[in-house]
């Protein structure tokens, strides 16, 4: 079988790039190895300056023009007009930007998963029946997550990861919270994001910072002084790829987390998936295309990573800043949108 633009991953990425293309008629098929588009690690936040506008602010599940910041020094609380943060089931998004593509004109398949990428083809096992087909193309694109097959046979390593661990917990919570600790969570954090019937209970942090082992370990202690015993519940755990290192690679694509896109600072990555999928969908459609929204994305990418680069291994470094971020915040002098990878 041959096909125009192979994309290989039904996450974010890879819809929103399958949509643009099947809606200007390029011959579309998006691979997947789970049975299900949509269930994904990911605690679901989803920012109102950057997602909302396309994502159905009826998909929403809760939304928050307020938000509670915690580090050692400070508690504050900072409220907008508008909300700041929205929670999404990821199955529920997955869905809609499934029913997107398909509705364009895409195909998807399930249940299938590609084992090996050649000049031009690609190597695909159907899981339902064990079979094998081969797959040519005109062009790729690796929409594949912070593990990519298509980033690999690319040659490139990904070295600049973060840890993201997700307890899903039944319970009907109010406040959106962050929790910024540098001995528990080192440059990262930890959150409370409440869904419409359970809460996601996480935390995150740059893998030289802090192993997963004791982040884990951190963050239950943590939740359970909040009240919460995650040790009833089991924790789901994923790497996020933050070492970008290119988009464009001739026929070959990668968007999302496979092109290390996601927020080497905070984690956020539905966003960046999103955007860098339209816009590798436009430049296939047509080459010259210069749209602006790459280049601001890699702009902001680069301004997270450099802060995690600063604050790396060091403590004292890492609280000083986040106490100074949530003075910031509190004065108003910052923006929450400004730690947001729309802006
Ligand atoms: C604990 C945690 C919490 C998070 N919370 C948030 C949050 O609140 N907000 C936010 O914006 N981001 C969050 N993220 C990050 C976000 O989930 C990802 O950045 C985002 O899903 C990236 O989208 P993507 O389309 O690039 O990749 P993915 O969503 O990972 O999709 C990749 C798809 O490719 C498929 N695939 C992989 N290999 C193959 C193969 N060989 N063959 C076929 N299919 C394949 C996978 O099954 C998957 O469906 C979180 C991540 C973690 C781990």
Redesign the pocket.
Known sequence: MHIHTLI?????????CAKILAEQGVETLV????KR???????????WSG?IKRVPEKLAEKSFPEQYISTPWQKIRIQEKEPI?A?IN?ETL?HHMAEQALNAGAQIRTG????KIDDGAVL?QNKNNNSQETISFDYLVG????????RRSLGLASERL?????YQVPGDIKQMEWHLDSHLFANGYA?I?PHKKAV?I???ADKRAMGPGNLKKNLINWADRQGFNLKKHSA??????YDFQGWNFGRTFL?????G???GL?????????I??EHVAQTIIAPEYSGKAMETLIRNHDKHSRMVTLTGKNRFLNSILAELVTLGLRSGMIKFNKLE?AV
């Open positions: 290989i991953g039904a996450g974010p990425g890879g819809l929103a691979l997947e190895r789970k588009i949509g269930p994904k690690v990911c605690a679901g936040g989803i920012t997602l943060i929670t990821r997955g299938v998963i590609v084992r695909v929409a594949d997550g912070s593990s990519s097959l298509v973060g840890i993201g661990i997700n959150w994001f996601s996480g935390a995150y789901k755990a994923e790497y996020i790829n968007v999302g987390d496979a092109a896109l996601a927020s905070t984690g956020e990555g539905i966003y960046p998936a999103i860098s999928a990878m």
